[in-house]
């Protein structure tokens, strides 16, 4: 009951705009209540930067995707599938940007490959690091139109 009171607190706080007091609140709930414990990552998909905190948020969005499916709560875990593939593709547009930055100088001067061999590999290495993203968040956006049109039946 206790629990369920700070997160009322936090979510006021949310609310409010106080995002940094409602994570400290949101960060000493520990609950054994499946529900509660939901609810709190949900807040913190709120409160959490989503610039500076991407790793943070993808841990989040997972393990909520976790406790929904326990808890049969289609919904919310298609919601979090949706969000946990947003959060991959800031990942995802991240290695790009990288990526693309390496093969700069290529783009200027078509006779240049690569500047350095070690730019190269890392070249490769972002593609190869890419491939596993990419089949997760298709992967997630696929469960989440089939969850969709399974509820819509």
Known sequence: MADTKELNNA??????????????????????????KLDVLLAFLVVLDHVTENDKLL??????IEIA?????????SYLMARKSIFLLTNLSSMIHRQKN??????????????????KKEYEAIGEMQ??????IDSLIKAVIERTEKGGD
């Open 11 to 36: 979510r006021n706080l949310i609310a409010e705009g106080r995002h940094p007091e409602a994570r400290k609140i949101l960060e000493a709930i520990t609950t054994q209540d499946q529900k509660v």
């Open 59 to 64: 841990d989040v969005a997972t393990e909520g």
């Open 69 to 77: 499916t326990r808890l049969g709560n289609d919904e919310v875990c």
């Open 102 to 119: 390496l093969m700069l100088s290529s783009n200027v001067f078509e006779w240049i490959d690569f500047s350095l061999e070690r730019d």
């Open 131 to 136: 491939k596993p993203i990419k089949k997760e």
